[in-house]
């Protein structure tokens, strides 16, 4: 059974810094990996999605790597602002297109000025 | 990636009742999904919605308390029957087309009193 974990649970960090959150996942047979944002009482808004054959994405400030066969992937956020404050959820899809999203439990950032 | 529509957006319910969640995507999709998410918690998948068939539901969620429907590629309906307090979540209706990204709709925020 997969199991998806994010370190920190919670983060906090002036405007402007850069920094790293960490998803890691027990199975490395995925297809895909999802980084997604959720504001309080929100649905998730999906960042990027790194397919299993990719090592990278970027959007904007936002870089995701993934390293299948050690089970990680990282999502950096360039020169922070306040607005980035959020819930960063790490979502893998397991092989199969019918196959289903696992979570992990999220880091709570808040950017502070 | 597609857009999704839930009504309503949030409710309030006495113990007891049921309520219908409506889930509208702006496009047809293959896939979709209804999750729930719980005070703090990250989401967990409640069933896939098949088209015109009994949906597949997940461990420890069963129909007759979460009947859904599916009547065309592009909308479905969870019902939460017989509430209680437990009920009380974030309930997310979710798309995917193929091996393409998942995108989520803003949730329905369910209170049961």
């Known amino acids: 059974k997969q199991e998806v974990t994010q370190i920190p649970a919670a983060l906090s960090v002036p405007e402007g810094e850069n920094l790293v959150l960490n998803c890691s996942f027990t199975?490395?047979?995925?297809?895909?990996l999802q980084w997604f944002r959720q504001d309080p009482g929100k649905g998730l808004t999906s960042l990027l999605l790194?397919?299993?054959?990719?090592r990278e994405q970027t959007s904007g400030r936002l870089n995701a790597s993934l390293d299948k066969s050690s089970g990680r992937s990282t999502l950096y956020i360039a020169a922070s602002q306040p607005g980035d404050s959020a819930t960063y959820l790490c979502?893998?899809?397991?092989?199969?297109?019918?196959?289903?999203?696992?979570f992990g439990t999220g880091t709570r950032l808040q950017v502070t000025l | 990636s597609a857009v999704i529509s839930q009504k309503p957006s949030r409710d309030i319910c006495q113990r007891g009742t049921s309520l219908t969640i409506q889930c509208q995507v702006d496009?047809?999709?293959?896939?979709m999904f209804w999750y729930r998410q719980q005070p703090g918690q990250s989401l967990t998948l409640i069933a896939t919605?098949?088209?015109?068939?009994?949906?597949?539901?997940e461990s420890g969620f069963v129909i007759d308390k979460f009947p859904i429907s599916r009547p065309n590629l592009t909308f479905s309906t969870l019902t939460v029957s017989n509430m209680s307090p437990e009920d009380s979540s974030i309930y997310l209706c979710?798309?995917?087309?193929?091996?393409?990204?998942?995108?989520f709709g803003p949730g329905t925020r369910l209170t049961v009193l």
């Open positions: 496009s047809q999709v293959t896939m």
């Open positions: 919605a098949n088209q015109g068939s009994e949906a597949t539901y």
């Open positions: 979710s798309g995917r087309q193929g091996g393409n990204e998942q995108f």
């Open positions: 199975d490395s047979a995925i297809y895909n």
């Open positions: 790194i397919q299993s054959s990719q």
């Open positions: 979502a893998v899809r397991g092989t199969g297109t019918a196959s289903k999203l696992t």
